[in-house]
């Protein structure tokens, strides 16, 4: 059983934007976070911003400020909004979740029990 699927990726110029969404399983939308981490090749994969299930948001330093999640659980999604995207933010981003994510630890990769398959991002002129 698939619990969570990416979409939206694809190639943008330096200085452009993408939408990421994530659509996930209600069970998960309605008890866990939601983050979304990224990994470029040869690096280790790196959280990028997470959403709890009571709405309060969390970004690493490096997008902050140009990149927004939210959620919609009308439609079961969470989203990510990535504005003056820079060739830095090439990876594959991913989406997780899991019932060990608090906010003290939504950045390590470790403790997140369910992945998506990813969506590539590449920004390149």
């Known amino acids: 059983q698939v619990h969570l699927v990416e979409s939206g990726g694809g190639l943008v110029q330096p200085g452009g934007s993408l939408r990421l969404s994530c659509a996930a399983s209600?069970?998960?939308?309605?008890?866990?976070?939601i983050s979304w981490f990224r990994q470029a090749p040869g690096k280790e994969r790196e959280g990028v911003s997470c959403?709890?299930?009571?709405?309060?948001?969390y970004y690493a330093d490096s997008v902050k400020g140009r990149f927004t999640i939210s959620r919609d659980n009308a439609k079961d999604t969470v989203y990510l909004q990535m504005n003056s995207l820079k060739p830095e933010d090439t990876a594959v981003y991913y989406c997780?979740?899991?019932?060990?994510?608090?906010?003290?630890?939504?950045?390590?990769?470790?403790?997140?029990?369910?992945w998506g398959q990813g969506t590539q991002v590449t920004v390149s002129s």
């Open positions: 959403i709890s299930e009571h709405g309060s948001t």
């Open positions: 209600r069970l998960f939308l309605e008890n866990y976070p």
């Open positions: 997780a979740t899991g019932p060990r994510v608090y906010g003290h630890n939504w950045f390590q990769a470790h403790e997140y029990d369910y």
